[in-house]
C-alpha cells in the first residue's frame, strides 16, 4: 500500500527557505558531532550500545569484530585425536559429497598399524569451496569441522587459500567411545597414551546441537559472549 503524503500549502517559514536550511545543517551538525564524540562504542553488539550517545551502528573493522552466531560455518579443520594424528581415515565421502569439488585427498596407511588408514594429502581451496557444510555432514568420524569461528583471511595469492593438512589439523582434540581405534587398540598409539583417550572418549553424540562441536572450551557461543563482555 503506498504511504499517504501530506499535500498541504507551504508555511511562510518554509517558502522564505533559509530557515528550513539552516534547520537541516543543524540537525546533520548535531548527528555528526554526536557520532564523532561518542561514536565508537566497543561492545560488538551493536543493538545493545547506549543508543542515547549515539546512534552509530558500525564497526571498525578488523580493530573491532562481532562474533559470529553459533551455527556459523567457520573454515574447516581437521579434528586431532589426542594423539595428534587427525581423526580422518581417508574414506573420500567429504570429497565426493562436495559439490564444488574442492577437496582432493590421497590416502596412506599408517606403516605402524596395518589397518587405519589416514590422509597423506588433504587439500580443501577455499576459494572453490560455497560453504554448504556438505563435507561435515557427510563424514562419518566427526573428522572435519567448521566450527573454528574464523572466515577466511584475506590473502594476496590464490595458492594461500589453499590449505593443506598441516594448516587444517588444528584445535581440540576429541575421542569418542566408540572410536575404532580406541576399542581395538592401535600398535600406533601407546598402551598408557591409549588408556588416557578411553578415560577421555565421549558417547558419540546421537543429535547434533548450535553447540556442534561439544567439545568443552570450544564453543562459539562462549566466544561470542566472552567478547560481548569486554
Ligand atoms: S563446505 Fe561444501 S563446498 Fe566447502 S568443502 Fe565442504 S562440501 Fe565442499
Ligand atoms: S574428513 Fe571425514 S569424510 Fe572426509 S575423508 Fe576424512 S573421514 Fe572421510
Not at 558417547?203 to 563482555?229: C, H, I, W
Amino acid at each position: 500500500m503506498p504511504y499517504q503524503l501530506p499535500d498541504s500549502e507551504l508555511n511562510l517559514r518554509e517558502r522564505l527557505y533559509f530557515p528550513e536550511v539552516i534547520q537541516g545543517v543543524g540537525i546533520i551538525m548535531k548527528q555528526f558531532l554526536r557520532n564523532f564524540f561518542f561514536g565508537r562504542q566497543k561492545d560488538p553488539d551493536v543493538l545493545a550500545r547506549d543508543r542515547s550517545l549515539s546512534q552509530n551502528a558500525t564497526i571498525a573493522y578488523p580493530e573491532e569484530r562481532v562474533p559470529y552466531p553459533p551455527a556459523y560455518r567457520g573454515l574447516h579443520r581437521l579434528v586431532p585425536r589426542e594423539d595428534g594424528r587427525p581423526r580422518c581415515v581417508a574414506c573420500y565421502m567429504c570429497a565426493t559429497i562436495c559439490p564444488a569439488q574442492c577437496i582432493y585427498i590421497e590416502a596412506g596407511e599408517y606403516p605402524d598399524d596395518p589397518i587405519e588408514k589416514y590422509p597423506v594429502k588433504f587439500v580443501i581451496d577455499e576459494l572453490r569451496c560455497v560453504v554448504c557444510g556438505f563435507c561435515v555432514e557427510a563424514c562419518p568420524k566427526d573428522a572435519i569441522r567448521m566450527d573454528t569461528g574464523e572466515h577466511a583471511p584475506p590473502s594476496y595469492t590464490r595458492a594461500a587459500q589453499v590449505w593443506d593438512e598441516k594448516r587444517l589439523l588444528r584445535g581440540p582434540p576429541v575421542s569418542y567411545q566408540n572410536d575404532p581405534w580406541l576399542r581395538r587398540g592401535s600398535p600406533s598409539i601407546s598402551p598408557e597414551k591409549l588408556q588416557e583417550m578411553r578415560a577421555r572418549a565421549k558417547p558419540f553424540p546421537l543429535n547434533a546441537t548450535d553447540e556442534y562441536a561439544q567439545t568443552p572450551g570450544f564453543s562459539v557461543r562462549a566466544l561470542a559472549s566472552e567478547a560481548k563482555g569486554k
